[in-house]
């Protein structure tokens, strides 16, 4: 079965410092893997998305991921964080195959920016 | 262009009353998605539609009912409000469905259910 774990519930980092945010998925093939950030009391945006291209992914504000197949990993990264970065972050995977445009949710990663 | 609006923002329900979350697109896509939203569990697809006239279920179906009569509307209907349903709901659309799994879903701002 298909899954997304996201290892970190909360991570807490200061302004100016590196963010990371790990996220592992299973999966018996390739899937799209995206990462949404929610705001409080917002809906999901996303951030940035792999569909199988270059492994290093590129996306809003700073941040980008790395697919890694051998890890099955993807995790999130920016170098320098700010404080209208604390949100919730998602790791998302979709199903594919017949299945395509349903998506796998991660459990969420709270980023907390301290100043 | 407002993108996925969600209606109401917020409810406080009775248990058993019927309820219906109203979600209206205007980017013209075919796919559109309703979940729900609980701690810990990240989103959970509750309903889904690839075009319109078409349903299908999702991971959480019980208790909910969908309908998509055109394009732009999903709405979704608690039939017996329960106090399990008590959760945030975001309605979703994406452009494709079955043609490419890296289609981008745009979300609403949600819909904060409380069901007592």
């Known amino acids: 079965a298909q899954s997304v774990t996201q290892l970190d519930s909360h991570v807490s980092v200061s302004e100016g410092t590196p963010v990371l945010l790990r996220c592992n998925y299973s999966s018996s093939y390739s899937p799209s893997l995206f990462w949404y950030v929610q705001h409080p009391n917002k809906g999901l945006q996303l951030l940035l998305k792999y569909t199988s291209a270059a492994t290093l992914v590129k996306g809003i504000n700073g941040f980008e991921a790395e697919f890694k197949k051998s890890e099955t990993s993807f995790h999130l990264t920016k170098p320098s964080a700010h404080m209208s970065d604390a949100a919730e972050y998602f790791c998302?995977?979709?199903?594919?195959?017949?299945?395509?445009?349903?998506?796998?949710f991660g459990q969420g990663t709270t980023l907390q920016v301290k100043p | 262009i407002a993108g996925i609006t969600q209606a109401p923002t917020s409810q406080i329900l009775a248990a058993g009353r019927r309820m219906t979350l109203r979600c209206t697109q205007d980017m013209r896509h075919n796919a559109m998605y309703w979940y729900r939203q609980d701690l810990g569990l990240g989103l959970r697809l509750i309903h889904y539609?690839?075009?319109?006239?078409?349903?299908g279920k999702g991971e959480v179906p019980d208790g909910y009912s969908v309908s998509r009569a055109n394009t732009d509307d999903f709405p979704l209907t608690l039939a017996s409000a329960v106090p399990s349903q008590t959760s945030v709901y975001f309605c979703?659309?994406?452009?494709?469905?079955?043609?490419?799994?890296?289609?981008?879903?745009?979300f609403g701002p949600g819909t904060r259910l409380t069901v007592l």
């Open positions: 998302v995977a979709s199903r594919g195959s017949s299945n395509t445009g349903k998506l796998i």
């Open positions: 539609s690839n075009t319109a006239g078409t349903t």
């Open positions: 979703a659309s994406s452009r494709t469905w079955g043609r490419s799994e890296r289609d981008e879903q745009f």
